[in-house]
């Protein structure tokens, strides 16, 4: 149990957090021959989409609608709609996606008023699905923008369906996931005879593979179609407390009931993800995960060694946070720091005593004597001035390959991530020298000791 | 969404009280905005947006109220820096067209590239031991801190990502009392010699005065705190250089002494020292003596730019980035330049030479063009040595040049010297004296390209035209997922290609690139494919 608290700071100092509108992007990213928009100066959008390049070495299609302190005043919805006619135009994508920002919320629009006229007076666009969501920067923060945003594609484009299509579910996997992570998890279902339809899907555009033709918007993710038929699903799975407001939303416009795993890395929530799978299907859990859960058990014990007592600084987005701290804490570390970018129910159940929604410095402070410190690749200059091992973790990941094919769930990711931390334990392990166990000053200085020891 | 609809409602609100003269365009920002902070009450009161009352005030509204503002200060700034003497492009345009300026207008949904407070940041963020505060949400920091390939020699508090990160509690009562405690906060915990504030765009609309609040925080605290009033929506990344430049001459630069002056003191302008490449500069002008007072801003320290007046000459790096430093320093200080640049072997030669004879000009003993003479011989020599050994390599192999702000034809040039056959190159940022000389240099076949689009270079590439693509990192995955050859020459290249060295290294880099056994890997289709790469055959027949 932990107590929340916010940090009291006039200025943020390295700063952990990146923008709502971002967020909500890399969402949009997720969906098939899709260009998002970033409804601001360009400027905005050049800095998401150098952050993306480079965190997943691929092409990023983004757009800005072009504002300026012109029309930011006198209203955007002109520079709306040339945006969208012109990518329309351009690219020809099957949906287009629309984040706000701060400059454009600052002043206020009616969007979806805009929205309804353009479409009038373009009619081209009357049945492009254009989903557009409120993100201003000054508030909340990236996973928020994410889960806003398939919040609002469900709005947009899921209804009731009259038919359930057997066997299928819809998975809504948090920000926090990787391409790995959500292939993983697809075949877990899979493995059950199910089929998941997964909203938004990175592990089909995100994922480093290498189209035949070159596309200016996404290559691959979720269709729209398949957004469609998310009404015909026998229920639905979030990963992350995150996407709890998305299932929520599915669930009052279909009637799918939903379930929430806050996370699927670890032991324990693996076998309730799987048990639940198991209901789902009516299917018992298949032997490559009993041998895998037994895997896990042995990676556990291996390693617990090198694990148990250490200390660890984490910065993370709520979910990552904790879906990361509680196997830590699970494999007997102490969580000394945790440091987040936005409010969540999860976190004054962290095991550990604060949470503090605050910057990389705050975190720099309070990671003083640990044995790691896991965060994004920003925390490389802390972990340079504290002499302690960064384990990298979340975006941005810049300075390491393959960020989007981290597997850190399932039994098989838990496992992998198990060795992956014990291992920088024991690279780090202190071993002992001559001057390792010194008496302390006293016994040797101090006279009244020896005075005490002459004296009767 | 915020539950109200401030601007053009408050407007329309205040419309009935005052007359809209008091409103200049300009100042819609900070005129309504101040009266925003100030009474707060009118947020209350309107809760619809009236866009004919806002209008007709844009329409009515003279420009001479524009200097009440600071915005409108921004905007003689902006004016200014459009109407550069010393720029080329602007030369050639009569009075009109300058006043209209270099920035294109953007097209909505066909737009790339940074904000002014982008190129601002990139301008003055390699001042290493400074802090810079950004002022503004999370959005222009948090996405993109430390992301820059400008090296340190010493001070690291540049890399440190500072920002105010405003809420919405500061848009509706305005952040110039968070941004005034943020830099309290700065100081006392990191106690740097200065401190840089960055306006962004949200703060300038809600007329946050941060020339003010920097006034007031350098009385107070006794520090200079140097405002940089360059939100985003001003323009371009270009055009944030510029005015950044500006801010340096407005309050940094001849503010202090340097300890001593020597004959040989010059400043290097529109250098930024990525991936360390003053470093691969340096140790030519440390042997001919000549010392680099002021970098600006690569690795630069405050006291130098500061005390950077003092130089005997300069020279002007980029040539469309920090021209305006450099003509104003000329005509504040007598401190003649020259443009110059160090890619390519015979440009940093003649760099060289152009040094020594500007610092023998201005009294510097005369043996120094002699002796500049002799190292230039001499390092010629030994790259030349080094690079001869390609040429056999590079027979036949085709460049595709996307330049950003390194000049085009400088590279060009350099990279035809070892053999390499340019088959297309950007020339959208270069000036007409640049467009001329990649004329001459290209053959006619090659293409002058203005703009690429993405779609156009990936066919290119894989209809195999050219054998390498030279760019910045945005349209890497385009060479990459063409399976071609690509190398970084942009900002955040990992690789230092200044001086002889750099072209050393920049010849190594390509032929790393262009011989890497994957190539012949990645092009040979799927056993169960038979789409064939047009490239996978080579070699074969
Ligand atoms: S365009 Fe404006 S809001 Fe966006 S990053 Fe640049 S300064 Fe910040």
Redesign the interface.
Known sequence: MATVSVSK???????L???Q??GGTLAFLGLANCMP?LH????????????F??HF???IPL????????T????GMD??E??????YK?AKPEIIGLC????T????EDIHGDLKLIRKRNPELANLPIVFV?T????D?FQDGWSKTVTRIIEELVTKATETIPGQVNLLPGSHLTAADIEEIVEMIAAFGLTAVVLPDLSGSLDGH???Q?S?TTIGGTTVDEIRGMGGSLATIAIGQQMERAALELEMRTGISYTVFDRLTGLDANDRFLMHLSGLSGKPVPLKYRRQRSQLVDAMLDSHFFCGGKKVAIGAEPDLLWALGSLLAEMGCEISAAVTTTQSPLLEKMPCDEVLIGDLEDLELRAKGCDLLVTHS?GR?ASERLGIPLFRAGLPC?DRLGANHKLSVGYRGTRDLIFQVGNVFLEHTHEGTPDSWPLPDIAMNNSSVRGELVEP | ??G?????SLHAHLNLHHTCADYC?AC??VGFATQLHRQPSHLQTISY?N?SG??QC?LNTGTHHLERSI?AGLNIKVQEAFSEPGCDKNLAKDEKERKKGCTKQ?????????????GAKIALQPITDVAH?VHG???????????RGSKSSGP?IY??????????N??VYGGEK?????????IE?YDPPAVFVYQT??T???GDEIEAVCKAAKEKFGKPVIPVNV????GSKNLGNKLAGEALLDYVIGTEEPETTTPYDINIIGEYNLAGEMWQIKPLLDHLGIRVLACISGDARYHEVASSHRAKAAMMVCSRAMINVARKMEERYGIPYFEGSFYGISDTSDSLRQLAKLLVQRGAPEDLLARTEILIRREEARAWERLNGYRKRFEGKRVLLFTGGVKSWSVVSALQEVGLEIIGTSVKKSTEEDKERVRQLVSDEAHMLDDLR??EM??ML?EARADIMLSG??S???AL???MPWLDINQ?RHHAYAGYEGMVTLVQEIDKALYNPIWAQVRKPAPWES?IHPLSLEGRN
């Not at chain 1, 700071?9 to 700063?15: E, L, R, Y």
């Not at chain 1, 601001?40 to 952050?51: E, H, I, K, S």
């Not at chain 1, 930011?72 to 209203?75: F, K, Q």
């Open positions: 700071k006039a200025c943020s100092v390295n700063p957090k990146m923008s509108p971002i928009i601001g100066t360009q400027g905005c959008t050049a800095f998401g989409l150098v952050l390049v480079r070495r691929e092409a757009q800005t609608t072009a504002m300026n302190e012109v930011t005043i006198m209203g520079n709306v040339q945006a969208l006619v012109n990518i351009r706000t920002t701060g400059l919320e600052t002043r206020g409120n201003p920067d000054f508030k923060a290498i189209p035949e070159f200016p920003h200059q810049f | 969404m915020l109200f609809v401030p601007y053009p365009p819609l920002f947006p866009y806002l209008a844009l915005v953007l097209v909505p949904g066909a737009a790339a590239g940074g904000c002014a407070f982008d505060i949400p999370i959005s222009c920091e948090g996405n993109g801190w430390d992301n690291m890399r440190t990502g500072f920002t105010t990160d405003i809420s919405e500061d848009i968070r941004l005034y405690r943020a830099i309290r906060e700065v915990k765009c949200i300038a609309l809600i939100p985003g929506f001003v993405p779609a990936y066919k894989k990192g945005r890497q995955f385009v997922k063409a399976r955040e789409e």
